[in-house]
């Protein structure tokens, strides 16, 4: 059986255009390649050793190729003629302009936060960021975590700084420009649900409730199959399978999954009762125990006893009350 082997060859290359009659001296010592002329392998040899002979001298980048120097000059120089649709950014070549659209797609896309990338390298620099950086930064006021100081600080402006941006529609008010020029996506129709009517104030909001319509479960876990609308609630569930537990109390040895078991744990030692009840002077440590409390106040009793049907406010008073019946049996 013949087979025909199709080669798909380097223009330069007189070992692979034999038929073609022109002469290549000019021998790369390193892999064999040859060449009609000296500068033609001189440019060929910077892919051995790494060498970028062509200097910017704005910004001292260095480029192999003087083409790749001449595109980057018009950085500092150029003018920037070509303008995005969606943002209003201009860019000084077409190529530029293309690869910033994706950050207005889908195609280069943080599933664990939403956020889009111009490209695949900035999108893998941002993955390897957030996965290598643990939440050591904790908000004293509502526990929140984060993964740099610096991140921690923007988010305590929310407790602290004045909202001096305020919305005509709502009359919600914001600290900076920028938080209240997205926020006012939600009164228009930029990011607005096509099933719904409902209007978001970024993209990526928008992308992660339509599944709420869709059904669409893209994260599926490989150990049991199970699907989730969200990759954290991914992350989050396989851990049961792994057992891992990457927050640690700093104060004693327990370590828990989720980073809100952690918070809720250091209540323990801090003694913060943040959940205040209404009707009275009693604080919890958690909702669930004022919502509790909160029953005593109100005519709802949510418990009540199989036995002789006697409705209390709460577990502990039903299960005092079953001593009563020790020994009984539920009718059947």
Do not use: W
Request: aromatic share 8%; hydrophobic share 25%.
């Amino acid at each position: 059986m013949n087979f025909e082997v199709k080669i798909e060859a380097d223009s330069n290359d007189i070992t692979e255009h034999p038929q073609d009659g022109k002469k290549r001296p000019h021998l790369c010592a390193v892999c064999e390649k040859r060449f009609r002329t000296k500068g033609n392998l001189n440019k060929h040899k910077q892919i051995h050793t790494g060498e970028k002979l062509y200097l910017c001298t704005v910004c001292d980048k260095r480029f192999t190729e003087r083409n790749n120097l001449v595109q980057h000059q018009q950085i500092h120089g150029g003018d920037k003629v070509y303008s995005c649709t969606q943002c209003e950014k201009c860019f000084t070549t077409q190529r530029y302009l293309r690869q910033h659209m994706n950050v207005h797609s889908n195609k280069n896309k943080c599933a664990e936060c939403g956020k889009c990338y111009a490209n695949k390298t900035d999108l893998t620099l941002h993955l390897q960021n957030r996965d290598s950086k643990p939440k050591a930064h904790t908000c004293m006021v509502c526990d929140k975590r984060f993964r740099t100081k610096a991140n921690l600080n923007r988010h305590e402006q929310a407790h602290t700084a004045e909202r001096l941006y305020s919305c005509y529609l709502c009359e919600k008010r914001f600290q900076t420009q920028y938080s209240l020029g997205e926020h006012m996506n939600v009164h228009s129709s930029k990011y607005k649900c096509t099933d719904c009517g409902k209007c978001f104030a970024k993209g990526h909001d928008l992308t992660e409730h339509r599944r709420i319509h869709s059904g669409e479960r893209p994260f599926e876990c490989t150990v049991c199959g199970t699907r989730f609308t969200h990759a954290s609630h991914l992350v989050k569930h396989s851990r049961i399978h792994s057992g891992e537990k990457p927050y640690k109390c700093l104060e004693c040895d327990k370590a828990f999954c989720e980073a809100g078991n952690l918070n809720k744990h250091m209540r323990v030692h801090t003694g913060d009762k943040p959940y205040k009840c209404s009707q009275c002077d009693k604080s919890f440590s958690t909702s669930s125990n004022l919502q509790t409390h909160l029953r005593v106040h109100s005519d709802k009793e949510a418990y009540d006893c199989p036995f002789c049907g006697k409705m209390f406010r709460n577990s502990y008073n039903r299960a005092c009350h079953l001593h009563i019946h020790a020994g009984a049996k539920l009718h059947s």
